[in-house]
């Protein structure tokens, strides 16, 4: 099936440091979407993105969905201890079906 | 409170023995999916439902049943679970297969 390539698998970086990751797939995809994920509970949306080339940005975090539909990337500016989590990015198929293939996650640990 | 619930939130059972695990949403969300979440391999869509009777497979249908008799309840059936479904089972609903998915708690299942 389709999958998504999604690094780092993850990363320790000191407060304050900003963190990017991305996303690449060998398909393309019309939707795009970043989760964060705290220990116990489910993901929560982040930012979604519509548009080939769209760049979207929620507080301290900005996400672009690549202009050849088969990336993204996610920044996290100014890392605070908070931001600890996993993260994954997530594409929407929507040829024929609409279903949703997950990459597999960026744990991220911020040094205080 | 706008919300997704699953029960039970913890299942330890033996391999055969028939299982439900239900999910309810009251957002009055058309799309509706299941997900299993396994070490290294992140989330992976099950089933999804588009709306009121209207359900399809996602990456990883084997072993799995769905059904969508009401707006608000998605179960998920495992008709003779084997010890490779232990996993950490999430609901998720949206309004629409584009709209930002809210998912429940969990569900931890151990097959044994």
């Known amino acids: 099936g389709q999958q998504l390539n999604q690094s780092p698998q993850s990363m320790f970086i000191q407060e304050g440091e900003d963190v990017s990751m991305n996303c690449t797939s060998s398909?393309?995809?019309?939707?795009w979407l970043w989760y964060k994920q705290d220990p116990g509970e489910g993901p929560v949306l982040l930012i979604a993105?519509?548009?080939?080339?769209e760049l979207t940005s929620n507080g301290r975090l900005t996400a672009q969905f690549g202009i050849t539909r088969k990336d993204s990337f996610l920044n996290i500016s100014a890392s605070i201890p908070s931001d600890v989590g996993i993260y994954f990015c997530?594409?929407?198929?929507?040829?024929?079906?609409?279903?949703?293939?997950f990459g597999t996650g960026t744990r991220l640990k911020v040094l205080a | 409170e706008a919300q997704v619930t699953q029960n039970p939130r913890y299942l330890i059972t033996v391999t055969g023995k028939k299982l439900t695990v239900t999910c309810s949403q009251n957002?009055?969300?058309?799309?509706m999916s299941w997900y299993r979440q396994d070490p290294g391999l992140g989330l992976r869509q099950i089933y999804y439902?588009?709306?009121?009777?209207?359900?399809d497979k996602g990456d990883v249908p084997e072993g799995y049943k769905v059904s969508r008799k009401e707006k608000r309840n998605f179960p998920l059936i495992l008709e003779s679970p084997s010890p490779n479904q232990t996993s950490l089972y999430f609901c998720?609903?949206?309004?629409?297969?584009?709209?930002?998915?809210?998912f429940g708690p969990g569900t931890r299942l151990t097959v044994t």
């Open positions: 998720a609903s949206s309004f629409g297969a584009f709209g930002e998915q809210y």
């Open positions: 398909s393309i995809f019309n939707t």
């Open positions: 993105l519509y548009k080939a080339g």
């Open positions: 997530a594409g929407l198929v929507t040829s024929g079906t609409y279903k949703y293939i």
């Open positions: 957002m009055n969300h058309e799309y």
């Open positions: 439902s588009m709306n009121v009777e209207v359900t």
